[in-house]
């Protein structure tokens, strides 16, 4: 764990091989020493007896065939829960001195001299898959917000100190009983029970990433107590290197330490600060930048070394002291994540694994009596720390069961500060066996038993309906509007005119800014109601709020206006919708069309997939109504919309179902607006007399009777269409579709209906529907808008 694999790599180039043996590429290579047989006659070729004699193609095949390895297993263990990592340590385990490296052939081909000595081709594989868990440790360090610590409530600050110093205490008094058995490995003792005790943020933050539940309230809540759990854990590291260093050096290595802090704290971050400042607003960071930042980043590694740390201790401040997100942030995120995540940290756990010799565990299991009881301990006072806090808060027993699991989970952090304890004799080879078997454990059966105890969804269903049919005719229309860029503004603001907001019949629009998750590790929501901001200060969301302050403003008493902005994971974004939703009470929530179409020719201007995604998974879970708004301009502004002597043209498509229903709710609102001109559109097929009536049917026909009985006149007209079959609908919606404004379809997921049976085998947006779909379709070119609904579905 320093510095001599690189100097040896230095080293390395010096050697050299005879010219009529050097292959054209040894140039570009480490080159071994040449290799001999029994006679003495140098070998000729790349290998012997399976072993590559340069060390560049020897890297190259451990790399893939290692990386290859674990995906393997991944592929296979993932089908019954276990998280990459563990899968990882499985394949190492695997590939180990226990298992396949028994076979000497195996192991000279692959991981020569793999516990037996330090050979220049194991140097070199260590040296890199190193490099790799650095720039982890640096990554998990941008990814980090320090300055959540001063926002962190009172329930965080009691779990992260909780279960910490809980399984401290009890281990130490553990350890005082059995002192008299050991007393020579007061410090391995020590180190059991610091690494039981501590949570790690970063392994926090990707189980919860594996889980999918970053954005749940456990997940915030679990984030941010690991996150106080973790800065005491780092205190404990380097409290136990101050106590290993020795004696005369101790004072001198505190104080660089020391400086080396206040150097990068005071320094080299206003230097970043400085680099954001200078960056223009929407622009990507300057490649000179980022080429400074990871200068640093390697200068203060091996600062770190020459004080007595860690290369990783550095690395890890340096990282701590990057401001996360964007612009610097998430670039630094993005540059390195892929190759020094995706593919070295596979490499180095896997390596980890396969250099522990589980053989000296159980050879000498009888042994490790008072590790075993040490560890369990330490183990049952953790899980207790950290399940008694949230109980005490009145949280459910089985969230407080999976905030417990969550917290004593292990993973590759831990592995990694084990491996380089064992590398600098702090840790024996069994008791290194001990805790790779122990991390292992906790990282597989944790996940799972969170997977099985805690349902995110659930809390989404509703116990009251929550949609428009339900609503008062006079109450407020309370409705959640989801923006992702500054062009969905004025549209949601259009639609909402269209509900002609009253001081008698108002509208509460609560608008979520939604922002992609890029270089931080815990989301973000905030509330600009409440002031709330970011830990650095950061703005967010000025146009949202400044339009829609602007548009509460100039309707006093009839809008009621509420801005939030979520920073989150795309693939979790619709937690945030459903959460809000549901704290908020809302009757429909309004999301954008993920296709954009120019206002000067109709063509698609851009085509978001995520956005796609983000509809599907709010639709499914969604606790009240949702709308999908396909804007293409025609809806009215509030300056021109009453100026005008043309009025808006809406359609209601009903072919009935609570769908369509929920539609035609909308637009008895929209109805009492003078100034806009609403036409109900009834498509059905000649009925028997005499036939049994279903029980939808008589709702919708309920519906629309109420529909006509009070609001037919100059500006609302009701028309029935006989359609009997889909080339009939299809051609009348075209027709249609050309005459109004703004069409009003309901979805209709999993009806079939003679109108529409042989429409639905073209569908390709299965999220609008049958019309919904034809009504998007970019063959129509029409100029309409259209928003698709469907009603609360979990109830």
Known sequence: MNLMASMNSTALMNSTVPTNTTPWWSDHCIVLPPKT?????????????????????????????????????HVVLKRVGLPPFATQVLAGITLGTSIIGKNRKMKKFLFPNFGIDNSQAQEILDSVELFGYMIFLFLSGVKTDMGMLRKIGKKSWAIGVATTLAPLLVGGATFLALADLRRDDVLEFVILTAMQSVTVFPVISCLLNDLKIQNSELGRLALSSSLVSNVLGILLVFLISVVRMEKQRVFKNVALTAAFLLVIIFIVRPAMHWMIRTTPEGRPVKESYLRAV??????????????????????????????????????????????????????????????VDLTAMVASIQEMKVELILVSIVFVSKFAACLVPPLLCRMPFKDSMALAMILCCKGVVELGIYRYLHETEALSKDRMALTLMTVLALASLMPILVKLLFNNSRKYVGYQKRNVVHLKPDSELPVLACIHRTDQINPVIDLVDTFYPTPDSPVGIYVLHLIKLVGRAMPVFISHQLQNKVADGTAYSDHVVLAFAHYARSNPGAVRASVFTAVSPPKLMYEDICQTALDNLTALILLPFHKRWSSIDGSIVSDDNHIRTLNCSVLQWAPCSVGILIDRGACPNAATSTASDQPFQVAVLFLGGNDDREALALGRRMA??????????????????????????????????????????????????????????????RSLAHQFDLIIVGRRHGLESPQTVGLAAWTELPELGVLGDLLASADLDITSSVLVVQQQQRV
């Open 672 to 733: 009492r607006d003078p100034q806009l001109y609403l036409k109900v559109v009834h498509l059905c097929v000649h009925e028997e007399e005499g036939g049994i009536i279903s029980w939808d049917k008589m709702i919708d026909g309920e519906a629309l009777k109420v529909f006509k009985e009070g609001l037919l006149g100059k500006n609302v007209e009701y028309r029935k269409e006989i359609v009997e079959d889909s080339p009939k609908t299809a051609r009348l919606v």
């Open 37 to 73: 047989n029994s006679q003495g006659i140098q070998v000729k070729g790349y290998q012997e007896h399976g072993v590559l004699q340069f060390a560049m193609p020897l890297l190259e095949l451990q790399v893939v065939f290692i990386f290859a390895v674990t995906q393997a297993f």
């Open 294 to 355: 990871l200068a640093t980043l390697l200068l203060s590694s091996l600062a770190s070394n020459y004080f007595g740390q860690s290369i990783l201790f550095g690395s890890i401040c340096f990282g701590l002291v990057v401001p996360d997100g964007p612009p610097l942030g998430s670039a630094i995120v993005n540059k390195l994540d892929c190759f020094f995540v995706g593919l070295l940290l596979p490499i180095f756990v896997t390596v980890t694994a396969v250099k």
